[in-house]
């Protein structure tokens, strides 16, 4: 789930959504006229397992902020690494166990 802090990082919330998307990721974004901390509660109800929330920081330096499913711990970092740790999540969870 992706949700912007305020309407202004709505072009960014795009870009990271289509990024997700170019790379087969399954991806939503949250951009209703709601508080930041009404969507992000809702996407924990909904156990979502990562929550990425996108404001004036994260927008200058291409970068995403990570909320993990359980964890209260706020991850920053590269939205490429992010896509990359991701792509190796699945692709380990796509194997079989032996």
């Known amino acids: 789930m992706v949700i912007g802090v305020a309407k202004i990082h709505q072009e960014y919330v795009q870009q990271v959504v289509q990024a997700l998307e170019k790379e087969h990721i399954r991806v939503?974004?949250?951009?209703?006229?709601?508080?930041?901390?009404?969507?992000i509660r809702e996407a924990q109800l909904k156990k979502i397992p990562?929550?990425?929330v996108l404001g004036d920081h994260e927008c200058n330096n291409q970068?995403?902020?990570?909320r993990n499913y359980g964890?209260?711990?706020?991850?920053?970092?590269?939205?490429?690494q992010f896509i990359e740790e991701i792509k190796l999540e699945i692709s380990e969870k796509a194997l079989p166990n032996n």
């Open 28 to 39: 939503s974004e949250d951009n209703r006229q709601e508080k930041l901390g009404k969507k």
């Open 71 to 80: 964890q209260q711990v706020l991850n920053e970092k590269p939205l490429q």
């Open 63 to 66: 970068s995403v902020t990570v």
């Open 50 to 52: 990562y929550i990425l």
